[in-house]
């Protein structure tokens, strides 16, 4: 076969592969785009519709957990909580254990790549990373102490921490908070599906996720 010929061949082939890439290229700019207009619209409903799904994340875990976690609006373990007749711990009564974050990204990179696809506009990136470029917000990654465990001993309360940064919660423990509006956004379902977040991961596993630490404090004042 002479040059000419496969010449002949070639060019249209080529041609039509040049005339084919501006409408891949379009289709994929209208992908992101409407995946973005879809992360924006569930980011809106969550933020205002928050305590309606804080309501359906508990009912699902007060089922699934039957008789080991209580509470309504805080979910807790009956061995986390005061116990009847004893005085209240003062804050030295409370051992802090500090450990080094371990393993971070090997943990937590499994929520990433399980996460559902269909939620990030860019799906290969975390929740910090999308929520910064496609909702504007606006986070900064101040150092932020998680719990490891919690547990009782010789009447001291011992809690093992470990230091990360705010970014660390929001690519976790967001993630669980998003799924279920998402869930409910798009299939009209108060039940996780079997392979959600909340179905995956124990929520008593603080492994799975950053679970950091917050601070709840009642001022009291007296008159003199």
Not at 55 to 65: G, V
Not at 69 to 96: A, M, R, S
Not at 202 to 208: G, K, R, S, Y
Request: charged share 25%; proline share 3%; with cysteine.
């Amino acid at each position: 076969m002479s040059l000419e010929i496969i010449g002949l061949i070639i060019l249209p082939i080529t041609l039509a592969i040049l005339a084919f890439i501006p409408f891949l290229l379009s289709r994929k700019k209208e992908s992101l785009k409407e995946k973005t207009e879809n992360f924006i619209k569930l980011h809106e409903h969550h933020k205002n519709n928050s305590i309606f799904y804080e309501n359906i994340a508990y009912d699902f875990y007060k089922i699934k957990y039957n008789g080991h976690l209580f509470g309504e609006y805080l979910l807790y373990k009956q061995c986390w909580v005061h116990q009847p007749q004893t005085q209240l711990l003062k804050l030295n009564d409370v051992k802090i254990n500090y450990h080094q974050f371990v393993n971070k990204e090997k943990n937590f990179e499994i929520l990433f790549k399980s996460f559902n696809k269909a939620i990030f506009p860019n799906y290969k990136e975390n929740f910090k990373f999308n929520a910064t470029k496609y909702l504007e917000a606006k986070y900064h990654p101040h150092p932020t102490f998680a719990m490891k465990d919690f547990y009782m001993d010789d009447k001291k309360a011992i809690l093992d921490v470990y230091l990360g940064d705010y970014f660390d919660f929001l690519n976790t423990c967001m993630l669980f908070q998003y799924e279920t509006v998402y869930e409910f956004m798009n299939k009209d379902k108060m039940e996780p599906s079997k392979d959600s977040l909340r179905n995956k991961y124990d929520l008593l596993d603080t492994a799975n996720r950053f679970v950091s630490i917050g601070i709840s404090s009642l001022t009291i004042f007296k008159n003199s």
